[in-house]
C-alpha cells in the first residue's frame, strides 16, 4: 500500500480525502431510520375567546405544506446525501480498481522492465560473452599470426641459411676444384719446371761440357800460345835486354882507378818510347864511383830500347845486372 502511495502520490491523497469525508459524515451524519419529530412550536398561544376557523384552517394548511416542504427538503437532502455516498462508494471503489489497475500496469510494467532489465543483461552479458569471445578469437588469431609468422620467419631463416649453407659449399666445392685445379696446374708446372730445369740442367751440362770442352781446348791453345807468346816473349825481352844492356855499357865512361871485374844490378823505371823516369841500385859494386857511374850510362843510353804495345808493360820497372865487361 505503501509503495502504491509512493508510486501515486496524487491517487493516495485523494483517497484519504475520501475515507475523511465519510468518515465525517458518518459521525456527523443524519439518522435515516430516526422518525421525524415534530418541532416545538414556538408560537405562544393566545387564549381569545373568538376562533377563526377559516384562519386557523389556513394557518393548519400553512403548517402541513411547511412540514411537507421539510420533510420533501429532508427526502430530497437524505437522497442526495445518499446519492453523495454511493458516489464516493462508486468513486472509492473506481479509485479502488484504478489503483489495482494501476497497480497491476505497475507489476506488469515491474515484470516488463525486469524482464527487459533481464534481457538486456542477457544481451548485455551475450554483448560481452561475444565481446570476451571476440577477444579471445582475436587473441587466438594474433597468437596464431604470431606463430604463423614466427613460423614463416623461421622457414626464411632456415631456407636463408640452408641457401647460405649450400653457397657456401658451392664455393667451397668451387674453391676446392680451384684448389685442385691450382694444385694440379702447380703440379703441372712443377712437372714442367722441373722437366725444363732437367732439360735445362741437360742443356747446362752439355752446354758447361762444352765449354769446359772448349775451356779446356782454349786453355790448352792459350797454354800453347802463352807458352808460344812466353817464349817469343822471353825472345823478344831477351833480345830487348840485350840491346839495354849493351846500349848502356856504350854509354859508360870507366871512372879513373876503376880496376876490373866491377858490376852491379840496377833498378830502372820507363815510361813509352824508352825515357828513363828513374834508375836506383839494388845491387852495389862496392864502390861508389862504379855504381854512379853504371847509373850516370843508363841516363845517358835513353831512349832505352824498348818494346811496343803489351809487352812494355813488361820494362815499366826492370832490372839487370850492369857488368861492363861483357
Given amino acids: 500500500m505503501f509503495q502504491i502511495l509512493k508510486r501515486n502520490p ?32 414556538n408560537v405562544e398561544v393566545v387564549q381569545a375567546r373568538v376562533i377563526d376557523d377559516s384562519r386557523v384552517a389556513a394557518e393548519v394548511e400553512k403548517l402541513k405544506q411547511a412540514e411537507v416542504r421539510r420533510k420533501t427538503e429532508r427526502e430530497s437532502a437524505r437522497r442526495k446525501e445518499e446519492e453523495r455516498l454511493a458516489e464516493l ?9 484504478r489503483l489495482t ?11 516488463k522492465r525486469k524482464i527487459e532489465e533481464q534481457k538486456q543483461i542477457a544481451a548485455e552479458k551475450k554483448r560481452k560473452a561475444e565481446e570476451q569471445k571476440k577477444r579471445e578469437a582475436e587473441t587466438k588469431r594474433k597468437v596464431e599470426e604470431q606463430k604463423r609468422v614466427a613460423a614463416e620467419k623461421k622457414r626464411k631463416a632456415e631456407e636463408q641459411k640452408k641457401r647460405e649453407a649450400e653457397a657456401k659449399r658451392k664455393a ?9 685445379k691450382k694444385r694440379k696446374a702447380e ?10 730445369r ?13 765449354r769446359q770442352a772448349e775451356a779446356a781446348r782454349k786453355a790448352r791453345e792459350a797454354e800453347m800460345q802463352a807458352a808460344v807468346d812466353a817464349e817469343r816473349n822471353a825472345r823478344e825481352m831477351d833480345r830487348y835486354m840485350v840491346q839495354i844492356r849493351q846500349k848502356v855499357n856504350r854509354s859508360w865512361v870507366r871512372p879513373a882507378g876503376i880496376g876490373e871485374g866491377l858490376k852491379c844490378r840496377l833498378r830502372v823505371r820507363l815510361a ?7 834508375v ?22 835513353e831512349p832505352l830500347p824498348v818494346p811496343s804495345g803489351g809487352l812494355f808493360e813488361s820494362f815499366r820497372d826492370i832490372n839487370f845486372l850492369f857488368d861492363p865487361n861483357k
Fill in 280 to 301: 836506383s841500385v839494388l845491387a852495389s859494386s862496392g864502390n861508389g864511383a862504379f855504381d854512379r857511374a853504371a847509373t850516370s850510362a843508363v841516363y845517358k843510353a
Fill in 89 to 97: 462508494k462508486r468513486q472509492q471503489q473506481e479509485e479502488k480498481k
Fill in 198 to 210: 732437367k732439360a735445362d740442367e741437360k742443356k747446362r751440362k752439355e752446354a758447361e761440357a762444352r
Fill in 10 to 41: 496524487r491517487a493516495g491523497i485523494f483517497a484519504v480525502l475520501m475515507h475523511l469525508a465519510i468518515i465525517a459524515f458518518l459521525v456527523v451524519g443524519v439518522d435515516w431510520l430516526e422518525k421525524p419529530k415534530q418541532p416545538k412550536s
Fill in 172 to 180: 667451397e666445392e668451387q674453391k676446392r676444384v680451384a684448389a685442385e
Fill in 272 to 278: 813509352p818510347g824508352g825515357t828513363v823516369i828513374a
Fill in 101 to 111: 489497475a494501476l497497480e497491476q500496469e505497475r507489476i506488469a510494467a515491474e515484470k
Fill in 187 to 196: 703440379e703441372q708446372k712443377k712437372r714442367e719446371a722441373e722437366a725444363k
